[in-house]
């Protein structure tokens, strides 16, 4: 059994590769290489490359959960929004490979949902508007670009914030 901070090693590899090649051109073979281990140790932990890549995505956007300010859930929320928007691999996973993000979206949750649900709850009070709340800023992290003419993404923030602070009240 590899270490925690082996397989840390081998996620950093994973998101190297990512970012230079994208999911669908990555190859474990190419991880293994690069994280300087056989293709048999990361077998031993993912089947194959998009087990390896959601793990390297929960890991990657519950970092940037994580060091949210929560003294401000309102702010922190659309901080996260911000954050993961402007993520490098997030950025590149939407450039290149953006089917990988169809199942978090009408499939189920991930473990990212799970981890931020966990972050959300004690913070609003409520599963239900916690549930919510993930649902908005999930739309404003995907779509938003998309709605940028004539707004910039700075003004649908701006929107985001009078949003959550409604209903957060």
């Not at 270490?3 to 190419?30: F, Q």
């Not at 450039?95 to 189920?108: G, I, K, N, S, T």
């Not at 707004?151 to 009078?162: G, I, N, R, Y």
Request: proline share 5%; with cysteine; net charge negative.
């Amino acid at each position: 059994m590899t270490s925690i901070r082996h397989n840390e090693g081998i996620l950093d590899a994973a998101r190297d590769c990512v970012l230079a090649y994208g999911v669908r051109r990555t190859t474990l073979t190419d991880v293994a290489r690069r994280a300087g281990v056989s293709r048999m140790t990361l077998y031993r932990h993912w089947p194959d490359v998009r087990t390896l890549v959601a793990d390297l995505m929960t890991r990657e956007w519950v970092r940037v959960v994580a060091e949210l300010d929560l003294s401000d859930p309102v702010r922190a929320i659309v901080a996260g929004v911000r954050g993961l928007r402007e993520h490098p691999l997030w950025r590149k996973i939407v450039q290149a490979d953006p089917e990988l993000l169809v199942p978090y979206l009408m499939d189920r949750r991930g473990a990212t949902h799970e981890a931020v649900l966990e972050v959300l709850e004690p913070v609003v009070g409520d599963p239900r508007k916690a549930r919510a709340v993930l649902l908005v800023a999930q739309s404003f992290l995907l779509s938003a670009p998309t709605m940028i003419d004539p707004v910039t993404l700075d003004e649908l923030d701006a929107e985001l914030v009078t949003l959550l602070e409604a209903y957060l009240g």
